[in-house]
């Protein structure tokens, strides 16, 4: 019986031992242990400014002309290809105007016609108001003076002139609307001709050949105006060019100051109804030697703090309590809770519980 209950004992006795906690594990973990023999790496808080930038790549383009018609038709003739560097008011495209020609033609033939015959008449007007007013002198100087002859022809004379102002204001009436005919004609002529608006390369065009069907107002012509160079960069939310401190271009060694370029809201809307990529573009100020292709990059600083205290991220830990740092303080670290401000990807601006000055641990 004492054997079974000794044994049963040992038993329990072994199994309590293996289930209380080893003293290993009840310790705390050493915080921040270095290797043996290691320099503990730190840094001074320093006043600087700190600035948030967004970086965007893109590159140096020239400013693009849409050129079309404002006028429906055929091409008659091409004169631009890709490539091609024009001069102002070279002739691009043409469009066939043959039967606006024939009109044109019969409508100067029938002006003619009109000023000639109205100059006749005005002549014949002339000769018959002169036999008219001769008449009533005759009678007004006759021996037998009759009144009632003279009174009638003198209305004759008056319903002449009025006759005559009649014709001469109705011939003049067709005249001009034959005038506004080959006008309108005329103007239409010169929009069926496609002219360069400036000096420039066409760097992309339709395909076009004789016969080929245009539409009022759709581009069939790029052409790029070297004078004035954008950089066109992935889209820029409107949201953060409203925050933006300062826009500036990087380009090979040099910065320039930029501006964005505000895109339409209907073409904004167009664009992205059509899957269109939506870009952002910017001027530059000063562009004197960039080149069009240039790789570039546009830095958009959104916020700026000018004589702020910071220190490297790295010097920076955070828990439940919030933010703190590593003091050195005769060689050894001692924790100090602090706020901090603006961060960016390598420093942080620290607003309390740091002086300019003193050492806080960096880690790795």
Do not use: W
């Amino acid at each position: 019986m004492f054997n079974k209950m000794g044994k049963t004992g040992c038993v329990v006795f072994l199994l309590l031992l293996l289930c209380m906690p080893h003293p290993a594990q009840t310790e705390a973990i050493p915080e921040l242990i270095e290797p043996v023999g290691v320099k503990i790496d730190s840094e001074a808080v320093i006043r600087e400014t700190l600035s948030e930038i967004s970086v965007y790549e893109g590159a140096v383009v020239p400013g693009l002309a849409e050129l079309y018609f404002p006028c429906d038709g055929r091409v008659e003739k091409v004169y631009a290809c890709i490539g091609k560097r024009v001069t102002e008011g070279e002739v691009l495209v043409t469009l066939n105007n043959e039967s606006n020609e024939k009109r044109l033609e019969s409508l100067k033939k029938s002006l003619l016609d009109a000023e000639t015959e109205m100059d006749f008449a005005r002549r014949i007007a002339e000769v018959e108001e002169k036999i008219l007013m001769t008449e009533l002198k005759r009678l007004q100087s006759a021996e037998k003076r009759d009144d009632a002859a003279i009174e009638l022809k003198t209305l004759s004379i008056r319903e002449h002139a009025l006759n005559t102002e009649l014709d001469m204001t109705l011939r003049q009436n067709s005249a001009d609307k034959l005038r506004r005919e080959i006008e309108a004609i005329e103007t239409e002529t010169v929009e069926k001709t496609l002219l360069a608006p400036q000096d420039g390369v066409i760097m992309m065009m339709n395909t076009l050949q004789k016969g080929s069907t245009v539409s009022a107002y759709s581009p069939i012509i790029y052409l790029a105006d070297e004078t004035g160079l954008f950089v066109e960069t992935e889209r820029v939310m409107l949201s953060t060019l409203r925050q933006a401190v300062s826009i500036t271009a990087l380009i090979g060694a040099e910065r320039y100051a930029a501006q964005p370029v505000e895109m339409d809201e209907k073409e904004l809307i167009s664009k992205a109804l059509a899957g269109e990529t939506i870009t952002s573009r910017f001027t530059l100020t000063d562009a004197d030697g960039v080149a069009f292709g240039e790789y570039a990059v546009i830095m958009v600083e959104t916020r700026r703090e000018e004589d702020a205290l910071t220190v490297p991220n790295g010097a920076i830990f955070r828990d439940s309590a919030g933010s703190y740092v590593y003091v050195m303080e005769e060689g050894q670290r001692v924790r100090r809770n602090v706020k901090t401000g603006l961060i960016t990807d390598a420093r942080a601006q620290v607003t309390e519980g740091l002086e300019e000055g003193e050492q806080v641990y960096v880690q790795d």
